[in-house]
């Protein structure tokens, strides 16, 4: 299709009129080949490779002073640009709404994350059709596209089988997608989707460990060698979002032992070292001061010696981890080279998208889910469940699903202060960014400091492509971005900064920027306290503008170190003002919309309370198991075992570290409960099954509909008690935050490592069906007692994913 | 050791195996030194491969590195004589194994600590006069988690029964 003519402002682009002429006949009749077109990309449109990383912070990669050694990010930015001035929102899908959409996060429904779709516009994660991602109008505009990795724009509860899909990556925007659609993955057994199925926990091919971010290099290279193969010309873009630096905090040894003693001197070694580094890099001003020290993290000297080294592995692994992330990018970027196409291609490389996460809790943590299950665990409890699952030598293995201190987090955010979900302050909100493209950038190595947000990034990309903004897609009229470009900066120092003005609000953490200064106020709640009566604290009743108020600016103070909100009370109330005008305009209010539960507003009860799994169902996301949580429930299976009988699981969730699993094996019923690696409760018959038809069921009958209810479990084979036991504790919010479920085997990591050598365990008989009740004999309060906890427990699952 | 005075059988884990030698280096001293009257120290270590080995012993003088038969004490022998005959006490372990490998049967604590530690860690073990706990306390300042059963005096039975209680207090 000929590039003149073409109305890119209304997509999809029309088929162009019919030129030729039509007889009767082909005598006579003249062709028109560009009604067998596509439609291309503008005349020299680059390529783009868009990559993010995940929960990493502005100190972290050695390309911007870290002590993580990042070569591959080095070389872009030494052949490239470093920003030093970028801004996300504090917070995942909320950055990664932000980023595609070109929006404010809130004004896309990502006021939260994808795991909690709340009842108000800015928080029901949910992205409106007036506001498609940009990545949809380049397909629209006949870009090649892919994603790659992790996603997190999916609600929740829309990531199964019967979908919908329309929030899935296929329907905003990619050609083809490879990745996992929450929040996490781990990195041994991701459960991966692929465009619009879920297919699977991969394996390994050649009996080493399978390693997703080995993988996810490895697919973005093969669809770009299998585009090119078909396409040598058309333009692609690839987004490329890493599991990494997310929890847990999973790499192979050989990565983490390279970091053996880096980090025995602690974190406030690192940040001064880390800031000195800054400085000499020219990323931080030499006038800069570093941040000052927040007493919130205890001093490395206060800490006893097991806890330094403790402590110092952690970090071992976390820097392993992000330098494996590095590596595997890299190999992208040869490949890219290697087809003779990086001097085309733009590279937008952003470290992280809100800071280093603090939620590992000051202790860090052998398994993340427990804080966001909000079971507080003491640095002894934390010490001793380590040893329980490996020991130290064990963080970074799939043992654990391990976060590492807080601490780390704070110095990783260096030269500023706070962290993830903290929009207030520049540690949760100011990440590295590198932009590489060797044809047009001729100041290679320099550093920019345009203040520029991850709205930007769209309109940015649009711009050097020499696409327009669509007035209307799929006859939806598109609302504008809210980002604005920065690719004149590419090769113009002095190009104007147009990002003068940008709030920020992450659960009820704000910042508004204007011109240079910034009114900051922090909650008074340090993010990892989950605790629902500290939470409730700011509910009806609550006067946000209570909140301490604090003032910075910027052109002078880089670090956001010099509080001067004292000296200057009309530009408080100017930004203040602003804020609240911005917050209507975005939808971000109410304040806190995206924890409603815990102040009594939660969704409707579902209706549904019995699910029949029928045949071979594999791979249930987490999110969307029958939720057995906190009451009494059954679980039923009709089987039929041939004579000589049958071993194998018959359903299993998730694995050691929280999961459920009820399997045969020596020929007897058993089950296995992980109250998230913390406790386990075994319950086994001792009598063999029957052959021939039979049912099994589990029955677990609570004390109370309560969180972490404790109950009895009693297994029944053809309705006769064979064996029973107590729970004390059963998990309150969810097992895992990416293992999926499993009818007639074990898939990924297992629940009970007794059957982990003959893992997935395939089930050995047939099972017919395996059905859940999950509201027997339940009254009307007690069901909506408990769906506001679930409400709750999601919500505080959310807030930290 | 006093007949009239019961004893202490602790058993300690540490995340690093070089801080428990640390602590073992300093319990040792301090039965040498007389502030403490012990039967007996050892120091146990799993490698990251998750082999199990007896990395040191202490007998009831403070002396380390046990080179003869006598007073090896109770603990050394809570452990296999090939666990011991490969680590340190070497050749003067045949005299002893015999002896020792009763009691390691009856208390299987060689076992227990096996399972107990996961690879990279290690733990002490230590049986020592009641009137020097705290002492004891402090000196193994970098355990994770300790356990201490009392008996009333060192004999195979006894050790057994306090050995049972102090690995179930290890638990949780």
């Known amino acids: ?144 596209t892919g994603g790659f990795g ?132 020219g990323v931080v001003p030499a006038d800069a001061q570093l941040s000052p020290r927040n007493d919130a993290f205890p001093t490395w000297d206060s800490l006893d010696e097991t806890h330094k080294r403790l402590y110092a592995r952690q970090m071992e692994v976390y820097a392993g981890y992000s330098e494996n992330a590095d590596w595997n990018i890299g190999r992208i970027i040869d490949a890219v080279d290697e087809i003779g196409e990086l001097e085309n291609t733009v590279v937008i490389w952003i470290w992280g998208d809100n800071g280093a996460s603090m939620e590992g809790t000051l202790t860090g943590t052998f398994n993340e889910l427990t804080t966001l299950n909000g079971i507080p665990l003491t640095p002894e409890q934390q010490i001793g469940l380590l040893f329980k699952h490996g020991g130290l030598e064990a963080w970074g293995d799939e043992q654990l699903a391990p976060h590492y201190s807080a601490g780390w987090a704070w110095a990783g955010n260096a030269p500023f202060d706070w962290g993830k979900q903290v929009a207030s302050h520049l540690g949760g909100t100011r990440n590295p960014l590198v932009v590489h493209w060797p044809s047009r950038i001729d100041d290679a190595g320099a550093v920019r400091s345009h203040y520029t947000h991850v709205t930007d990034v769209g309109a940015t990309i649009l711009d050097l492509a020499g696409i327009p903004m669509p007035d209307s897609i799929d006859g939806v009229e598109q609302q504008p971005f809210d980002g604005v470009t920065f690719a004149d900066s590419f090769a113009d120092a002095t190009a104007p900064e147009r990002h003068t003005q940008q709030y920020y609000e992450i659960l009820g953490n704000r910042g508004m920027y204007k011109d240079g200064w910034l009114l900051a106020q922090r909650l008074r709640r340090i993010p990892w306290d989950l605790d629902p009566e500290k939470l409730r604290t700011f509910g009806p009743g609550w006067n946000p503008d209570d909140e301490p108020v604090e003032l910075y600016y910027l052109p002078d103070d880089f670090t956001q170190s010099r509080n001067i909100a004292a000296d200057h009370p009309e530009k408080v109330r100017e930004l203040s003002e602003l804020f609240w005008e911005e917050a209507e305009r975005n939808h971000v209010l109410p304040l806190l919309g995206g924890l409603t539960s815990f102040f009594g507003i939660v969704p409707p009860i579902p209706e549904e309370s019995k699910f029949v799994f029928r045949g071979d169902i594999q791979n249930v996301p987490s999110g969307m198991i029958p939720r057995i949580y906190n009451h009494s429930y059954t679980i039923s299976a009709d089987l039929v075992v041939p004579e000589g009988g049958a071993e194998g699981v018959i359903v299993a969730e998730a694995d050691h570290l929280g999961g459920f699993a009820l399997f045969v094996q020596d020929g007897k019923l058993k089950h296995t409960y992980s109250m998230l690696g913390v406790l386990e409760y075994t319950h086994a018959a001792e009598q063999p099954l029957p052959t021939g038809e039979v049912n099994v069921e589990l029955v677990f009958t609570a004390d109370a509909p309560k969180p972490a209810t404790g109950g009895e479990v009693t297994l029944l084979v053809n309705g006769e008690p064979v064996a029973s036991g107590r729970m004390e504790h059963t998990v309150p919010g969810r097992f895992s935050g990416y293992s999926g479920m499993d009818i007639g085997r074990d898939n990924g990591l297992v629940v009970d490592r007794s059957y982990a050598d003959k893992a997935p365990f395939a089930f050995t008989g047939e099972i017919k069906q395996v059905i859940f009740d999950i509201a027997p004999h339940m009254s009307e309060e007690d069901a909506k007692a408990l769906h506001v906890h679930a409400a709750q427990a999601l919500a505080m699952h959310a807030a930290s994913a | 050791m006093s007949d009239d005075q019961p004893l202490d059988v602790l058993i300690a884990v540490y995340l690093i195996p070089d801080l428990a030698q640390k602590d073992f280096d300093e319990y040792v001293k301090l039965a040498g030194d007389g502030k403490i009257v012990t039967d007996g120290v050892a120091l146990v270590v799993k490698d990251a491969q998750g082999e199990v080995q007896v990395k040191e012993t202490g007998d009831h003088l403070g002396r380390k590195g046990v080179k003869g038969g006598a007073g090896v004490g109770l603990v050394v022998g809570l452990f296999a004589p090939p666990l011991l005959a490969a680590t340190v006490v070497g050749a003067a372990a045949g005299a002893l194994a015999g002896k020792f490998a009763r009691h390691r049967m009856q208390a299987g604590i060689g076992e227990k600590m096996d399972d107990a530690l996961p690879p990279g860690s290690a733990g002490i073990i230590a049986i020592y006069e009641h009137d020097g706990a705290n002492t004891v306390a402090g000196a193994l300042a970098n355990a994770i988690r300790t356990s201490t059963a009392q008996i009333d005096k060192a004999s195979a039975d006894e050790l057994k029964a306090g050995l049972a209680e102090a690995s179930a207090g290890l638990a949780g």
Request: with cysteine; aromatic share 12%; net charge neutral.
């Open chain 1, 1 to 144: 299709m000929p590039d003149e003519g073409i109305d890119r402002v209304s997509l999809p682009i029309r088929r162009p009129p019919f030129a030729g002429a039509t007889k009767r006949t082909l005598e006579g009749s003249v062709p028109d080949w560009n009604q067998a077109s596509h439609v291309q990309p503008p005349e020299g449109a680059p390529n783009v490779l868009l990559v993010l990383i995940d929960d990493a912070g502005f100190g972290n990669p050695s390309t911007f002073g870290g002590p993580i050694q990042t070569p591959n990010y080095t070389r872009l930015a030494d052949n490239g640009l470093r920003y030093n001035r970028f801004h996300v929102t504090a917070l995942c899908s909320p950055t990664r709404a932000a980023l595609l959409t070109g929006r404010n996060h809130h004004r896309v429904g990502f006021g939260m994350v994808g795991e909690f779709s709340g009842p108000f516009p800015g928080y029901n994660a949910t992205i409106p059709r007036d506001c498609a991602p940009f990545p949809r109008i380049m397909q629209e505009n006949g870009y090649l």
């Open chain 1, 150 to 281: 992790k996603w997190h724009l999916t609600p929740d509860n829309q990531q199964g089988f019967s979908g919908p899909f329309d929030r899935w990556p296929t329907r905003l925007g990619f050609d083809y997608f490879w990745g996992f659609l929450g929040g996490e993955a781990g990195q041994y057994d991701p459960l991966i989707a692929e465009n619009q199925k879920i297919i699977g926990v991969p394996e390994a091919e050649d009996g080493e460990q399978y390693y997703f971010q080995d993988d996810l290099a490895e697919k973005t290279i093969d669809w770009l060698h299998r585009v090119r193969s078909e396409k040598p010309k058309t333009p692609w873009f690839a987004y490329v979002a890493t599991g990494c630096s997310h929890a847990p905090h999973h790499v192979p040894r050989k990565w983490s032992d390279k970091y053996r003693g880096a980090f025995d001197r602690g974190w406030d070694v690192m940040r001064e070292e880390t800031f000195a580094r800054q400085k000499a890099l």
